[in-house]
């Protein structure tokens, strides 16, 4: 078992590295060249000596290895991902403050998602075929259409400008435990991200059930007399579970990416509408290091996901770490 | 030619066993046939390309029979914002002042073309890397997949706006940044393929006859994952046009004087407290039919390439 999660931790580190070089290296292919963001630093009338001296200090002339090289150790060493060209503030400090928000949203969402997906696409599974597995999927695979954004819109309309008065966006302060003092403003964001994981969640599940379900040892369970209920909990689910376990780990990424839309449509002050002002006014590290560290979260969660698969599944623990 | 009677020398033909059908061209039909066959049978596909089709037909003949100035703000105004639905105006006015029944028409241009070439960006794209890093295998596999993880791991969304910050907005660039962030999951699913080929009979006898690699990945590995490529291809697509919307919608999409429908639906969701329903409503039911119907073809697309499925 260590020896698998050594492997997998190594491979992880590998990975990140290659992803270091790809976000170093995009803004060397900046439309205006590498000098470019001085103008947003210093104004856009800024004299070329400026510029310049703008470059000098931030390391710019450096050939690129060497530049590389810095951006790690100011990464890893100094956990400095520069100052933001727009806020006064590190980028780090942009982050720290504005991370929780976005995880409480993903969590609470995610939380739901799996009390609610799971028994559904289980109940789907072992109702197959009748009139409810057929509106409940029908239901996912319309919901799994619609954007992120427009299912926002969807929801403001009903629940925020129809009856069910809620507000529209929760509370502007940054506080994380904002949640629980002022809960009612978080109920429509956190409704609309648990709906579109409950569409693409459930329809794993019941397909994960589905599978299982046609296996021998599923025919053996019910051949040696085992009662229906005793069959799905006992021999299928457990052995449906390990997908899912992956689908959890992969579908973080898409749970951030889903938060930034939803963030952008109920005016909810975090991560992602960081990261969509910081894009569109230019301020490039901001933009990099939020993207590094989702990258970072990314894969923390892919390992876990893997290292979770090796707890339950003895064979690819033993497969993967090679021998 | 249609009876086995023309091909079999009737001292050998066999009484056929009841109920046999021995007529061969229903037997042996082209591959290609029984799959269409297999596709055409699925009312909700046949249905769904339909409506494509007719969207298709409604965005781009739509404007040559129904006139509207959808470029020209200054002309466009009127001074009718936000305007009912009237006889005039099929669909009322935007907050703009142009027609919304044209503006759909214009944006769905943008919104279909724009997510069909950036599609066909990604699945050319994640073809080719696909096929030479399952066919080559060994080192090259391995370097190749463990970048393709490094560009899995950033979600898509941020890398997106990371390229949107980084090079200055325009269609051309969001189409090819669509098509290049677009095909990393492409290039997994065809390396399966060219995995899976590779090891078949005929390409080792291929390898055998002294056929050079880039003959085989073009000739067999090609070819025979074409399934594959054209039911992922069809799922690209869709999340092309999804992206970019979302895009609009964020406010780094197309920028100004063209627009798409997630920028419409962004444009009418700010006004979306004052009730002005035609604004929302009628793209928003578009977009999702269209990317409910492209799924829906890309899953009877997989379902018609299934052999499994083939006797149905």
Redo the contacts between chains.
């Keep these: 078992m260590l020896n698998y999660v050594l492997r997998r931790l190594v491979q992880s580190f590998v990975v990140l590295l290659i992803v270091m070089l790809i976000i170093f290296t995009l803004p060397y292919f900046e439309t205006n060249g590498i000098l470019a963001p001085a103008y947003i630093v210093l104004g856009t009338h800024a004299t070329p000596k400026a510029v310049h001296l703008w470059g000098v200090q931030n390391g710019m002339y450096h050939p690129y290895f060497v530049r590389f090289w810095n951006y790690l150790d100011q990464v890893f060493i100094h956990f400095n991902l520069g100052h933001s060209y727009k806020q006064n503030l590190s980028v780090w400090g942009i982050i720290s403050l504005y991370v929780p928000r976005t995880i409480w949203l993903a969590l609470t969402s995610l939380v739901l998602t799996v009390l609610i997906a799971l028994p559904l696409g289980i109940f789907q599974a072992s109702k197959r075929n009748t009139a409810f597995d057929y509106v409940a999927t029908s239901t996912a695979f319309v919901l799994y259409g619609i954007p992120a954004f427009l299912l926002g819109i969807l929801v403001l309309q009903f629940f925020s400008f129809g009856w069910p008065h809620l507000p529209a966006s929760p509370p502007g302060a940054v506080a994380p435990w904002a949640m629980f003092t002022d809960p009612l403003g978080f109920i429509l964001p956190v409704l609309t991200l648990t709906l579109l994981s409950i569409a693409f969640l459930s329809r794993f599940m019941r397909s994960a059930v589905l599978e299982v379900l046609v296996q021998d040892y599923v025919r053996t369970a019910k051949a040696k007399g085992c009662g229906r209920s005793r069959v799905l909990f006992r021999h299928a689910l457990r052995n449906a579970l390990g997908p899912i376990v992956i689908i959890l780990g992969l579908y973080f990424p898409g749970l951030l990416g889903g938060a930034v839309v939803i963030e952008s449509v109920f005016n909810y002050s975090g991560l992602g509408i960081q990261t969509i002002n910081a894009a569109s006014t230019l301020d490039i590290p901001t933009v990099l290091g939020i993207t590094l560290l989702v990258a970072i979260l990314t894969l923390l969660g892919n390992f876990l996901a893997d290292v979770m698969l090796g707890v339950v599944n003895p064979r690819i623990r033993i497969e993967r770490s090679g021998q | 030619m249609s009876g086995l009677e023309d091909l079999v020398p009737p001292h050998l033909m066999m009484d056929a066993p009841e109920g046999l059908d021995t007529n061969l061209s229903d037997v042996v039909v082209p591959m290609w046939r029984q799959r269409l066959r297999i596709f055409a049978h699925n009312k909700l596909a046949i249905a769904s390309v339909i409506f494509i089709v007719a969207l298709v037909l409604f965005c781009f003949v739509g404007p040559l029979l129904y006139h509207t100035n959808q470029t020209d703000q200054a002309t466009a105004l009127n001074n009718v914002f936000n305007a009912p639905p009237s006889a005039k105006h099929l669909l009322g006015t935007d907050s703009s002042g142009f027609d919304e029944l044209g503006r759909i028409m214009f944006g769905g241009e943008y919104s279909l073309s724009l997510g069909m070439l950036a599609g066909i960006i990604t699945i050319v794209v994640g073809t080719i890397y696909g096929m030479i890093s399952g066919f080559l295998g060994g080192v090259v596999d391995t370097v190749m997949m463990?970048?393709l993880?490094?560009?899995l791991?950033?979600?898509?969304?941020?890398?997106l706006?990371?390229?949107?910050?980084?090079?200055?907005r325009s269609t051309l660039f969001l189409i090819i940044i669509i098509g290049v962030t677009g095909w990393f999951g492409n290039a997994r699913i065809i390396r399966g393929d060219a995995l899976l080929i590779k090891k078949l009979e005929y390409s080792q006898a291929a390898t055998a006859m002294g056929a050079s690699k880039w003959h085989i990945i073009i000739r067999h590995v090609f070819p025979n994952s074409m399934s594959n490529i054209v039911t992922v291809a069809t799922f690209s697509v869709a999340d092309a046009i999804?992206f970019l919307?979302?895009l609009g919608?964020?406010?780094?999409g197309i920028p100004a004087p063209q627009t798409d429908w997630?920028t419409m639906?962004?444009e009418?969701?700010v006004q979306?407290?004052n009730?002005f329903w035609w604004e929302?409503y009628p793209t928003?039911l578009l977009?999702?039919l269209l990317?409910?119907a492209i799924?829906y073809v890309g899953e009877a697309l997989r379902d018609a390439f299934e052999v499994r499925l083939l006797e149905r």
């Design positions: 463990r970048i993880d490094a560009l791991s950033i979600p898509l969304l941020f890398l706006i990371t390229l949107i910050a980084v090079f200055t999804l919307s979302t919608f964020l406010g780094l997630g639906l962004q009418g969701s979306q407290s009730g929302i928003a977009f999702v990317i409910v799924t």
